[in-house]
């Protein structure tokens, strides 16, 4: 499991390699849903893997990609409720990246992150 770092700011830009890819994750504030979305960027084959695609409490994103991970937003204080707040991303909130198995293993032991 890795963890991504992140601000209360806008948006947050940063780049990676994991699993064997270069990756640049743009995370964005969504004021009007008082949500998270991100893009993300494979650098290698210069294209986009995903836009706009929407962060949930413990629902998996890009788990129906073929990928060897997901990204999962994690309850730090164990709320299980989405951001009410842009601030929630920095204080409560942590972004997860896990790979798909450990997903698996994770919902199946019951997850705590």
């Known amino acids: 499991m890795h963890i991504i770092q992140t601000t209360n700011d806008d ?3 940063q780049s990676f390699s994991l699993y064997d890819m270069n990756l640049r994750l743009t995370l964005r ?3 009007i849903s008082t949500g998270y979305q991100f893009d ?3 650098i290698n084959n210069d294209e986009y893997i995903t836009k706009n695609k929407g962060l949930s409490v413990g629902s ?3 788990i129906e990609f073929n990928l060897p991970f997901v990204f999962v937003l994690d ?5 299980g409720i989405n951001a009410i707040s ?3 991303l920095n204080n409560r909130m942590q972004l997860l990246i896990m790979d798909k198995e450990e997903y698996r293993e ?3 032991q019951g997850f705590r992150a």
């Open 29 to 31: 504030y969504n004021a």
């Open 60 to 62: 998996p994103s890009l």
């Open 106 to 108: 994770a919902i199946r």
């Open 86 to 88: 842009k601030d929630d």
């Open 40 to 42: 993300l960027f494979d």
């Open 75 to 79: 309850d730090k204080l164990g709320l």
């Open 11 to 13: 948006v947050l830009e």
